[in-house]
């Protein structure tokens, strides 16, 4: 039962250097979430997709890009890598927007930038 | 603006015991969803219990019930006979309905660290 799954778990990277964190769920959920969780303040929303081919800005959106190629992958870039952007990262999945539905989250991407 | 505030940033609990976890959330909307998530130390986000803002009654899952106060805003969770692999960061979250929710989003907490002893 892979749920949601994300590559990679860990990365270091230096300063203006580039890279693609991936996240693949196998629920068929329309919605698919990209998080970060910084130390004292929770998680806060970066991007977010209600389905495939669309996204939209979130709360921190700032330095990120996103794609939604396919329902079940959703891919979060960076540009040009800052040390602001040292943070864990988490994809979540719904199957709908609905007040009563959970996201399910996959393991997160430790990511450090030098 | 929505939020969620933890006020505890750690909590000791004797193994065996029960413990309380503080949330209180300030929105205006009259349709929203309440959850709580567990984080080991391995990292991984754990659903455990959800209340809707119309559910009458507490939710329970297992050893996890959610003592739901709606007019003074607080989801407090509550977790009976505390073991050795309860010890993680609790997060509040909640979730607006589905109108002008940018997708439904979750709005965290700061979180609350829960060490149990043995």
């Known amino acids: 039962n892979a749920g949601v799954t994300q590559t990679p778990k860990f990365r270091v990277l230096k300063t203006g250097q580039s890279m693609t964190l991936l996240c693949a769920q196998d629920?068929?959920?329309?919605?698919m979430y990209w998080y970060r969780q910084d130390p004292g303040m929770g998680l806060r929303l970066i991007h977010y997709s209600v389905g495939e081919g669309t996204t939209a800005k979130g709360e921190v959106p700032d330095g990120y890009n996103v794609s939604r190629l396919k329902k079940q992958n959703f891919l979060l870039g960076l540009e040009s890598a800052a040390p602001s952007q040292t943070s864990v990262y988490f994809c979540?999945?719904?199957?709908?927007?609905?007040?009563?539905?959970?996201?399910?989250f996959g393991d997160g991407t430790r990511l450090s930038i030098l | 603006a929505q939020k969620i505030t933890q006020t505890q940033p750690g909590m000791f609990v004797q193994e065996k015991e029960a413990v309380t976890l503080d949330c209180t959330y300030d929105?205006?909307?009259?349709?929203?969803?309440l959850f709580w998530y567990k984080q080991p130390s391995s990292g991984e986000m754990i659903f455990l219990i959800y209340?809707?803002?119309?559910?009458?009654q507490n939710a329970t899952e297992g050893r996890y019930s959610l003592n739901f106060q709606k007019a003074r805003k607080s989801a407090n969770l509550v977790i009976s006979a505390s073991q050795l692999g309860d010890s993680a960061m609790y997060f509040c979250a909640m979730r607006k309905g589905s109108r002008d929710n940018q997708g439904g989003k979750l709005i965290f907490g700061q979180g609350t660290e829960l060490s149990v002893k043995p």
């Open positions: 629920m068929n959920h329309e919605y």
């Open positions: 979540a999945s719904s199957y709908r927007d609905t007040s009563n539905q959970p996201q399910h």
């Open positions: 929105t205006s909307d009259p349709s929203y969803g």
């Open positions: 209340q809707g803002s119309y559910d009458q």
